[in-house]
Every structure is written in structure tokens, then in C-alpha cells.
């Protein structure tokens, strides 16, 4: 049975038994969008070459980006993304469930990067393949046959914040900035991933470290609870939101959160802090939020 914490919604989050029960639909597409730190040690793409859910397509986000930009994994033109997707078999009129290698990490990124397309019917799959695999249920190291499939989209600028836009909103306080990272990299105390980024946040930011949004499990919380965590971290709900972290990648957790919380005026900024961390002219604040 599907767990009471999680109500299933092929348009934001479904569960592991959901999409067992769905795994053969004609019209269901799953993706294996795992990406972690250079640090991490990890080899996504090796993995998903080991095992992986039946059927799975690997969405390369560090491939299906925005070359023209020399930030990390900036969102993809149109045309690219449409192109990537129809080679990999995915297209209009198909439901698409999206995991990751480590729970909730990187798949709520891919989300994101189909809602700005203008796609609805995607989900992250909850707990994601650790879940999957720690139920027991299949996985396989076979590529999938994969048929060509048209794909329509129709961009949702209002879905994501360039720097300029972000300056303005901290300095009018238009919008509330929720920063994921953890609440050492937010205070400065700690030092960023990448090399020649000043240590801080955008200032006026909230901190809701994304890892505050998940269960032990890998899972994330229920709606209820996640309100309660954007609460206590002094987000006014009433405001519109940019989500943002180190790359671009956790703030999507966040805008998934705020998503099953009804939340539906949020907008993630790409460049995140591997952008503003990088300009000497931009302020930054250390410390907690205030």
C-alpha cells in the first residue's frame, strides 16, 4: 500500500508502488536523471550502466544544458532539450517519472527543467532508486529500445530568474529568496564546492537547507510538514519565491516542495551561487538569516 505520508501526483511526486503499478503503461516514460558532486566519488552514468529501473532512459544533466554558458548545467534551449528528448524516446502525450541514485537529489532538477519546458505530466519518483532497490523490486542493465517521439513545448519564462532579476527582487524584496545549501555554506562558514567563489548569501535570503524537506529515508516529508519547514525558517508563503543553491540542482527540491504545498508562484534562479558567489560587484551577507 501506498505509505499515508505521501499522496501520489504523476504532476509532482509519485511513490515506489505507484509506479510499480504503472511500470508498463504504453505511455510512461522513465528517466534516470542521478548527478552527483565531483566530490562525491560517484559515477552516474556508470551506475545507471549497472542497474537501473526497467526501461529507464540516463537524462546527462551536465549534457542537456546550455553550452553557450560557461555556468554549470544552465537550462537547455528549446530546441536542444526537444532534440535529447526525442532521441530518447520521449515525447508529447507521455506521463514521465523521473529518480535518482540517491533519493532525493538531482531528479527534482529534471522536474524542473521539464515544467519550464512546459511539460506537466512528470513526477520524481519518492525515495528514488535506493527505495526502489532497498523493496526489492527489479532493475536491469539492459539498455531500453527506444522509438522516436514528437515533442512540443511551450517555455514558462516565469519559471526561472537570470542574475539581474535576482539582484532586483533581494534589493526591492519583491520576492522571497530561499537558498538550499547547507546553513554553513549560507552563513560563509564553510567553504564553496567550487574554487573562486566567495562564501556567503544573497542578502535578504532565507536558508532552508534542501536536506530539511527529506525524511532519514530519502523521501520527502508531507505537505504538511513541509510548510512547517519553510515557516520556521522565516519564508513568508504569501510571497512569490526564487529558489536558489550552489548550482542550480537543490533549489529544485525546493521548488518541488513549494509545488506540493500549493505554492504555484516560485521561480528558480539558474546561475545560483556558482554565479553570484563569482561577482565581486554583487553584496553578500554571512551569517544566519536574520
Given at each position: 500500500?501506498?505509505?499515508?505520508?505521501?499522496?501520489?501526483?504523476?504532476?509532482?511526486?509519485?511513490?515506489?508502488?505507484?509506479?510499480?503499478?504503472?511500470?508498463?503503461?504504453?505511455?510512461?516514460?522513465?528517466?534516470?536523471?542521478?548527478?552527483?558532486?565531483?566530490?562525491?566519488?560517484?559515477d552516474a552514468k556508470a551506475e545507471y550502466a549497472a542497474a537501473h529501473i526497467p526501461g529507464a532512459r540516463f537524462f546527462d544533466i551536465d549534457e542537456i544544458?546550455?553550452?553557450?554558458?560557461?555556468?554549470?548545467?544552465?537550462?537547455?534551449?528549446?530546441?536542444?532539450?526537444?532534440?535529447?528528448?526525442?532521441?530518447?524516446?520521449?515525447?508529447?502525450?507521455?506521463?514521465?517519472?523521473?529518480?535518482?541514485?540517491?533519493?532525493?537529489?538531482?531528479?527534482?532538477?529534471?522536474w524542473w527543467t521539464f515544467r519550464l519546458m512546459g511539460k506537466l505530466d512528470v513526477a520524481v519518483l519518492d525515495g528514488g532508486l535506493p527505495k526502489w532497490?532497498?523493496?526489492?523490486?527489479?532493475?536491469?542493465?539492459?539498455?531500453?529500445?527506444?522509438?522516436?517521439?514528437?515533442?512540443?513545448?511551450?517555455?514558462?519564462?516565469?519559471?526561472?530568474?537570470?542574475?539581474?532579476?535576482?539582484?532586483?527582487?533581494?534589493?526591492?524584496?519583491?520576492?522571497?529568496?530561499?537558498?538550499?545549501?547547507?546553513?554553513?555554506?549560507?552563513?560563509?562558514?564553510?567553504?564553496?564546492?567550487?574554487?573562486?567563489?566567495?562564501?556567503?548569501?544573497?542578502?535578504?535570503?532565507?536558508?532552508?537547507?534542501?536536506?530539511?524537506?527529506?525524511?532519514?529515508?530519502?523521501?520527502?516529508?508531507?505537505?504538511?510538514?513541509?510548510?512547517?519547514?519553510?515557516?520556521?525558517?522565516?519564508?513568508?508563503?504569501s510571497k512569490p519565491i526564487i529558489t536558489s543553491c550552489g548550482s542550480g540542482v537543490t533549489a529544485a527540491i525546493l521548488s518541488l516542495a513549494l509545488e506540493?504545498?500549493?505554492?504555484?508562484?516560485?521561480?528558480?534562479?539558474?546561475?545560483?551561487?556558482?554565479?553570484?558567489?563569482?561577482?565581486?560587484?554583487?553584496?553578500?551577507?554571512?551569517?544566519?538569516?536574520?
Amino acid at each position: 500500500m501506498t505509505s499515508p505520508a505521501l499522496q501520489d501526483d504523476p504532476k509532482t511526486l509519485v511513490s515506489t508502488e505507484w509506479l510499480a503499478a504503472h511500470l508498463k503503461d504504453p505511455d510512461l516514460r522513465v528517466l534516470d536523471a542521478s548527478w552527483y558532486l565531483p566530490t562525491s566519488g560517484r559515477d552516474a552514468k556508470a551506475e545507471y550502466a549497472a542497474a537501473h529501473i526497467p526501461g529507464a532512459r540516463f537524462f546527462d544533466i551536465d549534457e542537456i544544458t546550455d553550452s553557450r554558458s560557461s555556468l554549470p548545467h544552465m537550462a537547455p534551449p528549446a530546441e536542444k532539450f526537444i532534440s535529447r528528448m526525442r532521441a530518447m524516446g520521449v515525447g508529447d502525450g507521455h506521463q514521465v517519472v523521473i529518480y535518482d541514485g540517491a533519493g532525493i537529489f538531482s531528479a527534482p532538477r529534471v522536474w524542473w527543467t521539464f515544467r519550464l519546458m512546459g511539460k506537466l505530466d512528470v513526477a520524481v519518483l519518492d525515495g528514488g532508486l535506493p527505495k526502489w532497490q532497498a523493496e526489492g523490486r527489479e532493475i536491469e542493465d539492459m539498455p531500453p529500445i527506444v522509438k522516436d517521439r514528437h515533442m512540443t513545448t511551450m517555455r514558462q519564462n516565469q519559471m526561472v530568474k537570470d542574475v539581474t532579476q535576482v539582484a532586483h527582487s533581494a534589493k526591492l524584496g519583491e520576492a522571497v529568496i530561499v537558498d538550499a545549501r547547507s546553513a554553513a555554506r549560507f552563513a560563509g562558514d564553510a567553504h564553496e564546492p567550487r574554487a573562486g567563489l566567495r562564501a556567503g548569501h544573497i542578502p535578504g535570503s532565507r536558508n532552508v537547507p534542501y536536506t530539511t524537506l527529506l525524511n532519514g529515508d530519502g523521501t520527502m516529508k508531507p505537505a504538511t510538514d513541509l510548510a512547517a519547514v519553510f515557516k520556521a525558517a522565516g519564508v513568508d508563503l504569501s510571497k512569490p519565491i526564487i529558489t536558489s543553491c550552489g548550482s542550480g540542482v537543490t533549489a529544485a527540491i525546493l521548488s518541488l516542495a513549494l509545488e506540493r504545498i500549493g505554492h504555484k508562484n516560485h521561480a528558480l534562479y539558474d546561475g545560483s551561487w556558482a554565479e553570484w558567489g563569482m561577482y565581486e560587484d554583487l553584496a553578500v551577507e554571512k551569517g544566519p538569516a536574520r
